[in-house]
């Protein structure tokens, strides 16, 4: 009975192996936690040593190429038929890729990250004014483009093969251009099961990195005490609420989930800029955006290798690579989320609009970024210079200028966007893994939701636990699972857009002009027909061998459509995706 059950609702190559190996995970973590943690550092230090400049190479390298694309004639292309319509309107669209995209570690890292670089930045003196503008311009590099660049490859991708060429909905179909058809055999089933690995390691970093932060929200408005108990009690909890929003399926959950997570950061990031330093934060988001802008292209090839203040690889090491391996690693996740709720977009309205997604991560970084930084330049003293930085936005909270009571209402609605954002990344999460593993059916059956929103959960915890046993922080332990994770993933990525060139190519950019009539057949076609009046009483009719009569703006407009062959590759097994009926 289980035979067959795999055998008709999941790929079983894939979700045996990935089943398996994350339960084989799982043991290793809860058997010997110590082992796993050193193993785990072994293979961060060497990934870091040797192969940073992948990571800074591919993450630039996938900028460029979505804009080029965005602005290329191909971004008329539909991710699905020509007469296609998107599935869902511009805000509920925009919200839900948002909160999938951004998630914890904006709450997380928007006060901690700009303090940690001001008062210990790779190059120069810390606590200079040259330290507090480049904290903010490297906060910014890590959270404007580079990571929805990544996002978009991959969404992009798996949006148009399965939408527009009819293949199924999962990794392995963007690269058939590349594999044809060994994407039905073992190296598609190697992609599809890499996918896996990089979405449940990126969704683990973000929710135990939720768990930490829930945890000390508690410890300061309650006084709980923030441990590792704490926080795996917090991820199983947590993880409820999740499985609850997965069970009622994307529209009456997940959407509803991810409208009320952005409303509601919202409201704190608001509360926030009107009792911060308003006008300030208004000069500082003038200035942040500019600076950005001008510096970004030099930044984006910067490795760090020798010089800055005897730290800069270190820094790098567990700042950029930490992030680009950390977007690589959620890609799958974001990217078949995206590339879901993306149905009938241009490929021109996708890209742009995942664009723009970062300037509302850059305004909220600099309402709580430059509110710490004005803070502990006028006093460098202020707690906020050595908060841990799953503390730090309750610090910025605490030193408001408004009543305790105040204080401690925006500690709680922190505590809660936390939670929904967690539970928004779980319940997201989950969707696409089963989606990654049941051979791209986008509405999956809920018992296998079931089982990767727990798994998911399980490994956070055993991550937390691993790096507490091993003698280094959970942070650390996180950071070096999404580092690990996101190599494999950076190549096939790369591969992704290879596939994706070469199947725009076979796009036939299609002008239709309307055929223009001679001066002389038109004359003796209106004469024939007044003729025909005349004779019969009738009406001027159109003569059966006569030109047809044009709108005059098509006669001189030219008319651009996308044709592209219809045929589905051989062993496709795609259909035409099925609108959302969760």
Partial sequence: MIVRYLREHT?????????LLAVAFVSWGVLSPASLGSVADSVNAWITDTLGWLYIFSATGFLVFVIVLMASRYGRVKLGPSDSTPEYGTVSWF???????????????????PISHFTAPPTGDGSSPEAARNAMLYTFFHWGLHPWAIYIVLGLSLGYFAFRKGLPLRPAAALYPILKDRINGWPGYLVDVIAVFGTLFGLATSLGIGAQQVAAGLDAVFGWENTTTLQVVLIAAITAIAITSLMLGLDKGIRRLALINLWLALALMLFVFFFGPTRDLLNS????????VQEV????????????NGTAAEWQSSWTLFYWGWWISWSPFVGMFLARISYGRTIRNFVAGCLFAPVGA?????VFGDSALELVQADPADPLAEAAPETAIYVLLAQLPVPEFVVLLASLLTIFVVVLFFATSS????????????????????QQRLFWA???????????????????????????????????????LVLMAVGLTRALRDERFVVALPVEPSPAQGLRESSRRSTSSSENGEGITGSDTGPETHDPLLSETAVAEFATTRAAPPDSGGERPRRDQD
């Fill in 362 to 366: 850059l305004v909220w970084l600099t």
């Fill in 285 to 292: 988001l003038a200035s942040n955006i500019g600076t950005y």
């Fill in 95 to 113: 919200a839900m890729l948002f909160t999938a995209g951004m998630g914890i570690g904006l709450v997380f890292y928007a006060v901690s990250e």
């Fill in 454 to 492: 727990v798994l998911e959960g399980v490994i956070a915890a055993v991550l937390l636990t691993a790096g507490a046993v091993a003698g280094t922080d959970a942070l650390s332990a996180l950071q070096t699972a999404s580092i690990v994770a996101g190599l494999p993933l950076g190549i096939v």
């Fill in 11 to 19: 790929s079983p190559p894939v979700f045996v192996t990935s089943a």
């Fill in 427 to 446: 319940d997201s999460g989950s969707l696409v893994v089963d989606i990654l593993t049941n051979g791209g059916d986008p509405n999956p059956r809920w």
């Fill in 297 to 308: 292209p030099g930044l984006s090839f910067e490795t760090f290798t020798d010089g800055g």
